[in-house]
């Protein structure tokens, strides 16, 4: 029965659907359940470092009810949007509807739609990288797939990997400087994958090519199935979901930094390159995301058996919380810079 505490994710969806239902104020139910009640909720919930024993991990790896959880939301995410956006076409919202239409369906897309494809992209089955990559649709983010996996799983916690923070940079320069780099990125990575295959960069194996084509149709199909201004909202709840990546990109390795040994490379990630979180709630709505640490120590670790490490930098409110905090940077490095390791910060500086 404990298992059943991941349904807690579908919540966010759910609320979704009940404000785009009622419409009016009750389309920020889910901002303001996200960004307001969680994090409140975090303040007084307790912090669990306990680990599974191997008994217990063998038996969560061999239960499919994990991987349903996460499939479930390609169908879920996908009728979510359709339901927002035909909604939308169809009716006349004001101003501040519109708002919370995009932020509610963005953080559907941020939330249920990338926190999920970054699960699925990283197993070994073809079938759910797909799935993945099509929850990154929505948020206009199927690069990620890309720059994720071959880009910042090598470089993180280094000066090389755009979606590692830099010490005392803020939230916005990092935002504007990761959403750029990594786009960038991918497109380099996607040609060095086909130059180590003799594949021409113009050729149709060329994902970065099909990631374009995909992204570009969907909007297109959504205004000639809806209407032009529906588009313009779509990119908007896109920018919303990508942006709830990036904040947190932001919290996992801010100020963290690896070794650099005398021949240029960097020693191996370890516990210590991540942050990580314990918060009961922000682990069950994230999908143990907050449990980086170990998921960067062993990439294909599926998220009901990642482990917590003593030695790991520990953020000091859940990822929800945190997310707010973030937002204000002075707030944020108040509260942050103090549990930043000093040897991290002398290789920052």
């Known amino acids: 029965m404990k298992d059943l505490k991941y349904l807690t ?24 359940m996200v960004f307001t009640i969680v994090p409140l909720i975090e303040l007084v919930m307790p912090s669990l470092t306990n680990n599974l024993d ?160 995909i992204q570009i149709s969907y909007l297109v199909l959504i205004g000639i199935s809806f209407s032009w201004m529906t588009t313009v909202v779509a990119l908007c709840i896109a920018i919303v979901g990508f942006s709830l990546l990036e904040i947190i990109n932001y919290l ?8 650099q040994k005398k021949s240029g490379r960097y020693e191996v990630v370890k516990e210590i390159h991540s942050w990580n979180s314990n918060h009961v709630l922000g682990r069950i709505l994230l999908y143990e995301l907050t449990r980086h640490s170990d998921h960067h120590y062993r990439t294909n670790k599926k998220y009901q058996v990642l482990d917590y490490h003593r030695e790991s930098p520990q953020l000091p409110y859940g990822y929800p919380t945190m997310m707010v905090i973030a937002t204000i940077p002075p707030l944020w490095f108040s509260i942050v810079n103090k549990h930043v390791p000093r040897e991290m910060i002398e290789m920052s500086s």
Do not use: C
């Open 54 to 213: 191997e008994a217990s991990k063998e038996s969560k790896l061999k239960n499919k009810f994990f991987d349903i959880l996460l499939w479930l939301n390609v169908p879920i995410i996908f009728s979510v949007l359709f339901y927002g956006l035909f909604t939308y076409s169809t009716g006349d919202f004001h101003t501040y509807e519109t708002v919370g239409l995009v932020f509610s369906l963005g953080i559907v897309a941020g939330s249920n739609g990338i926190n999920v494809a970054h699960e699925l992209g990283h197993r070994q089955d073809s079938i759910e990288r797909y799935l993945g990559k099509i929850l990154l649709l929505p948020s206009l983010y199927m690069h990620f797939y890309i720059e994720h996996n071959y880009g910042h799983h090598v470089n993180a916690a280094t000066p090389e990997d755009p979606a590692t923070a830099r010490f005392n940079e803020n939230l916005y320069a990092f935002w504007w400087r990761s959403v750029t780099q990594q786009y960038i990125n991918s497109w380099r990575i996607q040609n060095r994958l086909l130059k180590g295959e003799n594949q021409s960069f113009f050729t149709l194996k060329n994902d970065m090519f099909w990631y374009l084509i």
């Open 9 to 32: 994710a579908y919540i966010v969806p759910i609320l979704s659907v009940l404000g785009i239902y009622y419409r009016g104020y009750s389309l920020y139910i889910t901002p303001l």
């Open 252 to 259: 996992e390795h801010y100020g963290l930094r690896r070794v």
